[in-house]
């Protein structure tokens, strides 16, 4: 690639998207990863929560530089509320995954000061309110771009649907600080043609400047195990997700809650494993002889979950976004029932390459009938193994690498009129 096609990227993730990393920031590593083979620089802010992020290093032979910035998850009400007063923004922005820290918005705004960069991108809306407090100091040549990895709104009102105390306050906060961030950036990034949709319907405007860059998957790490689904006959069910994001927790309660009874009595050694990162007490009271609830540990070790599993499953009822642990179940030829909200973005075809079902009785059937028919494991496995290499992370790199091209010639095309 010519020195003039380089872009100079700085990523802003929410979490280090380090290689070991289980859950949807490994996207942010391929992303990484893929557009440095492609030529371009990159430099990354990101928070250090562990000890294992403040030791890693297998960013850096794709990155310029890496900032890391030690990070704490939680405050106490009372600082929560202070920043709340003091920054104006929902009180989500201020714990959790990516929570505001004043040393990440410091080292932001140096950096600006001593390199210039053709995009930022905030990998996930949480740090778009970096992008948005700090706007007059970004050039106006550098394009501000959010990749959206869920809309938080939408968020908030599926859980309210779903029973939870959230106020109709709560959500136009959310709402309207949500927005005012999108509004900022001159590129917003979704994941599915779902998600982008459901961003236009709250602001039509947007819609010229949204563009859907897909996940991926690294087929040549998820494959098929050497002793297929469908060879043996072990009747071992799986999840997998990062259970500090809600809608995998609920998801595990409502296999567990509407499907295990039924199909746990027509296969009585059927067995679930629910895994993933941090899972909290109300799962862990879920476990017994047959129901298997941990933590996922590293990428290696989830993978052998994957191999040693006759059927996925993805009961998701709550947020939005792309399901990436689909691909790798699906790279791992193994055979998947979801609800329609966890395929967004997929495309995939019911009854060829996966089962999709949002009633819990059809969801139930389908696990039941994959569990007995070694043959149907075969067929579905096979085809979903086919759709899944469509979405290899190098792929997906190409696309975004395509996005941001695009968008900088746009901007010169509006400079030079």
């Not at 700085?10 to 990393?21: C, E, G, Q, T, V």
């Not at 929570?99 to 778009?128: C, N, P, T, V």
């Not at 079902?357 to 075969?378: H, P």
């Amino acid at each position: 690639m010519q020195e003039k096609h380089k872009l100079r990227i700085l990523f802003l993730p929410k979490l280090l998207p380090r290689a070991s990393i289980v859950g949807g920031p490994i996207l942010i590593y391929h992303r990484i990863k893929n557009l440095h083979a492609k030529g371009h620089k990159i430099t990354l802010i990101a928070p250090a929560y562990t000890e294992e992020d403040i030791k890693d290093r297998s960013l850096e032979p794709f990155c310029e530089e890496v900032i890391k910035i030690e990070s704490a998850r939680e405050r106490t009400s009372e600082e929560v509320e202070a920043l709340h007063e003091k920054l104006q923004r929902p009180r989500f922005f201020f714990t959790g995954d990516g929570a505001y820290d004043e040393k990440i918005e410091h080292a932001f705004r140096e950096i600006l000061k001593r390199k210039h960069f053709d995009a930022i991108i905030a990998e996930y809306s949480m740090m778009g309110q970096y992008i948005e407090a700090n706007r007059d100091a970004i050039p106006a040549e550098t394009l501000k771009v959010i990749s959206v990895h869920e809309c938080y709104t939408k968020a908030l009102e599926l859980r309210r649907k779903k029973g939870e105390k959230i106020s109709e306050e709560t959500i136009e906060e959310m709402r309207n600080y949500e927005f005012k961030m999108y509004s900022v950036a001159d590129l917003i990034l979704t994941l599915t043609p779902e998600d982008a949709e459901i961003l236009v319907s709250y602001e039509p405007s947007l819609r010229e400047r949204i563009r859907v860059v897909p996940h991926g998957v690294d087929t040549s790490f998820y494959k098929p195990p050497k002793v297929k689904t469908w060879e043996r006959n072990t009747k071992n069910i799986l999840f997998v997700g990062n259970f500090q994001h809600y809608p995998n927790v609920d998801a595990v309660k409502n296999f567990i809650n509407h499907c295990w009874t039924e199909i746990s009595q027509a296969v009585p050694d059927a067995k679930f494993y629910a895994i993933g990162f941090n899972p909290p007490e109300e799962l862990l009271r879920l476990r017994n002889k047959r129901v298997f609830v941990q933590h996922g540990g590293s990428n290696e070790n989830v993978r052998r979950f994957y191999w040693n599993s006759d059927v996925f499953v993805a009961p998701i009822e709550l947020g939005t976004g792309f399901r990436g642990k689909i691909l790798e179940a699906m790279a791992c030829a193994l055979p998947v029932v979801a609800t329609s909200l966890a395929t967004f973005g997929i495309n995939p075809t019911h009854g060829k390459n996966i089962f999709v079902a949002d009633d819990y009785e059809t969801f139930s059937k389908y696990v039941i009938m994959l569990l007995k028919d070694a043959n149907l494991r075969r067929k579905i496995g096979e085809n979903a193994l086919a759709l899944a290499r469509r979405f290899d992370h190098r792929c997906a790199a190409e696309k975004l690498e395509r996005v941001l091209k695009e968008a900088k010639e746009r901007g010169k095309g509006r400079r030079r009129e």
